[in-house]
C-alpha cells in the first residue's frame, strides 16, 4: 500500500501537482494551492490504492 509507486507514477503526480499550483497562483486564488498538499503527500509516501482480489481457490 504504501512505498509502491511506480517512477511513472510519480511524475505523473509531480506534474498534476504542480498543475493545481500554477493554476492557482495565475488565476489568483491561492487557497486554490493547498489542494496540491495532499498530492505531494501521497508522492512522498508512495501511496497506491489497490482494490482486493478474491484469490481463486
Same mark, same amino acid.
Given at each position: 500500500?504504501?512505498?509502491?509507486?511506480?517512477?511513472?507514477?510519480?511524475? #505523473?503526480?509531480?506534474? *498534476?501537482?504542480?498543475? !493545481?499550483?500554477? @493554476? =492557482?497562483?495565475?488565476?489568483? %486564488?491561492?487557497?486554490?494551492?493547498?489542494?496540491? #498538499?495532499?498530492?505531494? *503527500?501521497?508522492?512522498? !509516501?508512495?501511496? @497506491? =490504492?489497490?482494490?482486493?482480489? %478474491?484469490?481463486?481457490?
Amino acid at each position: 500500500m504504501f512505498f509502491e509507486l511506480s517512477i511513472r507514477g510519480i511524475i #505523473l503526480r509531480f506534474y *498534476l501537482m504542480m498543475l !493545481v499550483v500554477i @493554476v =492557482a497562483g495565475f488565476s489568483g %486564488q491561492w487557497w486554490l494551492a493547498l489542494f496540491g #498538499l495532499p498530492i505531494l *503527500l501521497s508522492v512522498m !509516501v508512495g501511496f @497506491v =490504492a489497490h482494490k482486493k482480489v %478474491q484469490g481463486h481457490h
